[in-house]
């Protein structure tokens, strides 16, 4: 062990005849370990609400979306499908039509946007129909269900969001009825149109707004509930790289050609992203103020022992040895209670961290949070950051102790011994 680590080591565990310093260095790396542990849970918090609102916003929407601008949607589908689901970096497409409509069961209604799909074009594109806890999406296959529009047929099949069926009071096997607003007109004017449909699966993504206004059906039920000819609204697509998929929209914007327009789920969620990195920010700097005044204890409590060994530092002198190895005996002390905090808070957040993520045990309003739960996500890289911010903070604390420890002189320490 090198001179000044050894004199350091020995500083800091020996007994003090002034206890308050003892106790001070005690807060001092107490004060560093909350700090660490505070700033390595904050952002596994940041960084699970990221991932886990990336993941099911993913999982539930398509990355690029296709559609026209100045009509209600797009005809002659199918060869356009198929030619644009051939493009480099296109791994998957579907159509969707999309409708808001009023959902009731008896007196309980509730509005929602039902999304007619083809199920097995779809689940290339979306993991809704995966994430079906009750009933089964099986309903939804075309040949299911045969001549499904004629009037002796039994209701055509709905999946509804776990919160939207609460909300109606809907479970599996129930009959609901769905309205549009897009009604017919009669001699007694617009006529709202109505169809029964029959629930026959329950989704739970976790993401709120999906939850609890969403409903799935076939592509030719939405249709004649609307009304509509063979058009769908939007041409949903999965790409290689989630993270150009603004870059690939525009390449699918080009091949469609004139007319239609593409928006990505980064242009989608611009908005809450940014807000999370805001969040991460700001949480980082103003929970990193207490690294910062775990540091002000530190400087107190190598002051203090500056003041308490002045003769011991006479004495080393004395014996040779030089100013630079004083300071470095306190900057090594001062490290010591730097690295001692660090070690100890990386422990503790990394284990709540982890806890925390595996077991789930905070929960949240969902209509506030979208989430259901507290995410954790801890990353070894902020770990990294973290420790060489709190050990930086404790480095620039021992500046100004150690300093004033180099300047003692030996005889005017001595002199009055």
Known sequence: MRFELFIASRYLRAKRRQAVVGVITTISIVGVAAGVASLILALAITNGMRRDLQRQLLGSTAQV??????????????????????????????????????????????????????????????????????GSAAALDPA???????????????????????????????????????????????????QEFKVVGIFHSGFYQYDSSFALARLADVRHL???????????????????????????????????????????????????????????????LIVCVAALNILIALTMMVMEKTRDIAVLMSYGVRPSQVRRIFVCQGMLIGILGTAIGLALGYTLAWAG?????????????????????????????????????????????????????????????
């Open 144 to 194: 299911a269900t045969a001549n499904a529009n004629s009037p002796n047929s039994a209701p055509p099949p709905l999946v509804l969001g776990s919160d939207l069926a609460d909300q109606i009071g809907a479970g599996v096997g129930d009959t609901v009825l769905v309205t549009s607003p897009q009604g017919e007109l009669t001699p007694f004017g617009l006529v709202p149109k109505y």
């Open 226 to 288: 609307f009304g509509e000819p063979n058009i769908v609204s939007v041409i949903s697509f999965k790409v290689d790289d989630l993270y150009h998929a603004d870059r690939i929209g525009k390449e699918i914007e080009q091949a469609a050609g004139k007319g239609f327009m593409t928006t990505n789920w980064m242009e989608q969620n611009r908005e809450l992203f940014r807000a999370l990195r805001l969040e991460q920010v700001v949480t980082f700097i103003v929970i990193g």
């Open 65 to 134: 979306e296709l559609m026209r601008v100045a009509s209600d949607g797009i005809e002659n589908w199918r060869p356009l499908l198929d030619r644009l689901r051939q493009l480099p970096h296109v791994t998957a497409a579907a159509p969707a039509l999309y409708g808001q409509v009023l959902i009731s069961r008896g007196a309980r209604s509730g509005g929602a946007l039902i999304k007619g799909i083809l199920p097995t074009e779809e689940r290339t594109v979306s993991t809704l129909l995966n994430s079906i806890h009750e």
């Open 357 to 417: 993520g595996h077991y789930r045990f905070i929960h949240l309003s969902a209509q506030v949070y979208s989430l259901d739960y507290l995410p954790f996500a801890p990353r070894w890289q902020d770990g990294v950051i973290v420790a060489l911010v709190a050990l930086g903070v404790s480095l620039l604390a021992t500046l100004y102790p150690s300093s004033s420890a180099a300047k003692i002189l030996p005889a005017e320490a001595l002199r009055y011994e």
